[in-house]
């Protein structure tokens, strides 16, 4: 990740999302020096603005999803719920 602090959360690559992730797990909300810790954790190439905002998008995201502002798609292998049968 570069440490330019004009860089897009979607310019991350999947392995950078991931490791934002663990990154998260490990330092909760009660850490110290929280972003500091997750941009260390990221390997030195993010900086804390970066992890910041890359954070508050998330948190907007997960806000969207949860509120069904964003579509579910489903896969053309699996059909909706809607049509599966228990039994």
């Known amino acids: 990740m570069s440490s330019n602090s004009s860089a897009s959360s979607s310019e991350w690559t999947k392995p950078q999302h991931k ?3 663990r990154a998260l797990a490990v330092y909760d909300a009660d850490t110290p020096d929280r972003w ?3 941009a260390r954790y990221m390997g030195g190439g ?3 603005e970066e992890v910041r905002r890359h ?3 998330l948190v ?3 806000a969207r999803i949860e ?3 964003v579509p579910f798609h489903w896969y ?3 059909p ?3 049509t599966l049968h228990r039994g």
């Open 67 to 69: 509120s069904d502002g």
């Open 46 to 48: 993010t900086s804390v």
């Open 60 to 62: 907007v995201d997960v």
């Open 19 to 21: 490791l934002f992730e």
């Open 76 to 78: 053309a292998t699996a």
């Open 36 to 38: 500091h810790n997750v």
């Open 80 to 82: 909706p719920p809607s």
């Open 55 to 57: 954070y508050q998008q």
